[in-house]
């Protein structure tokens, strides 16, 4: 299947939210293996974010609020950077990646809401029935 960056990382909350779901062996399983293709993706979607970040940002000193997150210093993008950093990163969201897995199939009993059936479309087929 081929997808966005976006569509990925939109729904990284929601097929996470299935892994506690009891589904029929064969949907965890496939599920299971579109969540680990799904991996490399979102872990070199954070390592291009973060280097925009570092392009287009300087670092400073966390706040107090910050610190227990972020340790002492924060890095953020600059004013007068955000607009080239904003385009990059709607870029990079748009960019195309191909899982080698086909959509999943799932049971319409699932009690799930209606923002992640939206998030998972791209990756899942829900049967009504």
Known sequence: MTVTL?????AQTALQALTVQQLP?????????????CEPEVRQFNEQRNALINTHGRE????????????????????????????????????????DRPKIALNGSLQITARDVL?????VTIDET
């Open 25 to 37: 062996v064969k949907q965890a399983y496939h599920l299971a293996r579109l969540i680990r293709a």
């Open 60 to 99: 400073r000193p966390a706040t107090e609020a910050e610190r227990p997150m972020h340790g002492e210093t924060v890095i953020e993008v600059e004013p007068e950077q955000f607009v080239i950093f904003r385009e990059k990163m709607a870029e990079l969201l748009e960019t195309e990646v191909t899982l």
């Open 6 to 10: 976006r569509q990925i990382m939109d």
């Open 119 to 123: 998030t998972l479309e791209p990756f």
